[in-house]
């Protein structure tokens, strides 16, 4: 689905772009995620950390769902509701199926790495055990302006 969801998407995206906007801090690409658990409210949240932790799987849905499962107490994460600033990639969407996240809401497109759609479309592969519902394109403008700012000033890019 390439359309904005339900209204309540753009609020938890809100919520993404906050923990987005911290990345630059630690010199993170600004991708934030929060998950939503079925009563509509906010369990986990995170941002990119590679920068800060040196771990090459720190994105933001990664870090998201390790908390929304510490919280929980369950790695199942059926019924949540994962809210990201940018189309998952691979690992990440990996990830998703391996929690059993039911839905994801997306902001901005990853024509290089993104797998919920545009590159590859990992979350809805009919061969695999899990699918997800996804909702791409919410907030897509303001996601895309924090990561256009972030790569366009040479002093905030990771020195990589």
Do not use: Q
Request: glycine fraction near 8%.
């Amino acid at each position: 689905m390439d359309a904005p969801g339900p209204a309540i998407h753009r609020e938890w995206m809100g919520l993404a772009l906050a923990e987005a906007a911290r990345a630059p801090a630690t010199r993170d690409v600004p991708v934030g995620a929060v998950v939503v658990d079925r009563e509509g409210r906010v369990i986990a949240s995170s941002r990119n950390e590679r920068e800060l932790h040196g771990d090459p799987t720190a994105h933001a849905e990664v870090l998201a769902l390790r908390r929304a499962a510490e919280a929980t107490g369950d790695w199942r994460l059926e019924g949540c509701t994962l809210v990201v600033t940018l189309e998952p990639c691979v690992m990440c969407a990996g990830a998703i199926l391996a929690a059993r996240v039911p839905t994801v809401v997306f902001g901005a497109w990853d024509e290089k790495a993104g797998a919920a759609g545009s590159l590859y479309d990992v979350l809805r592969d009919r061969r695999l055990n899990h699918r997800v519902e996804v909702y791409a394109g919410v907030e897509a403008e303001a996601s895309a302006a924090l990561l256009l700012e972030f790569f366009e000033d040479p002093l905030r890019r990771p020195s990589s």
